[in-house]
């Protein structure tokens, strides 16, 4: 949620206008590695998800985690493979345009992309050192 946590109310009451609330099934994806971007960033409100890129486990994240922000990078495919454990998972999905993002939320906007940078970096630092063990 540290995301969200620039907005003022007024600015969650409208963002809420984006997001729909969905269950996601045991050992379902969410998101694929590889597939096209389409404008969407989740918090995960219940359950646990993992995380993997090429194949290899890179993480896991819990209830309040956001994921999916690489979709305001212009042009590409999602980096990861996002999916539920053995567990379901309960996420809220929102659905809004980079230009909207930017327009309307624009601190929002600048976290989101600051947060993907973050989280791509990471990733990749950590599929390297599964690669290359010690």
């Given at each position: 949620?540290?995301?969200?946590?620039s907005?003022?109310?007024?600015?969650?009451?409208?963002?809420?206008?984006?997001?729909?609330?969905?269950?996601?099934?045991?050992?379902?994806?969410?998101?694929?590695?590889?597939?096209?971007?389409?404008?969407?960033?989740?918090?995960?409100?219940?359950?646990?998800?993992?995380?993997?890129?090429?194949?290899?486990?890179?993480?896991?994240?819990?209830?309040?985690?956001t994921?999916?922000?690489?979709?305001?990078?212009?042009?590409?495919?999602?980096?990861?493979?996002?999916?539920?454990?053995?567990?379901?998972?309960?996420?809220l999905?929102f659905?809004?345009?980079?230009?909207?993002?930017?327009?309307?939320?624009?601190?929002?906007?600048?976290?989101?992309?600051?947060?993907?940078?973050v989280?791509?970096?990471?990733?990749?630092?950590?599929?390297?050192?599964?690669r290359?063990?010690?």
């Amino acid at each position: 949620m540290k995301l969200l946590s620039s907005l003022n109310d007024n600015e969650l009451k409208n963002l809420i206008k984006y997001a729909a609330i969905e269950s996601v099934q045991p050992s379902t994806p969410v998101y694929t590695e590889g597939e096209p971007l389409d404008n969407t960033f989740c918090l995960l409100l219940e359950g646990v998800l993992q995380v993997q890129i090429g194949g290899s486990r890179v993480g896991t994240m819990c209830p309040g985690s956001t994921f999916g922000e690489s979709a305001y990078f212009p042009g590409g495919t999602r980096t990861a493979t996002v999916s539920t454990t053995s567990e379901p998972a309960v996420i809220l999905k929102f659905t809004l345009s980079a230009e909207e993002l930017e327009t309307s939320f624009p601190s929002l906007y600048r976290k989101l992309l600051e947060s993907a940078v973050v989280t791509a970096e990471r990733d990749a630092q950590r599929l390297v050192d599964k690669r290359n063990p010690s």
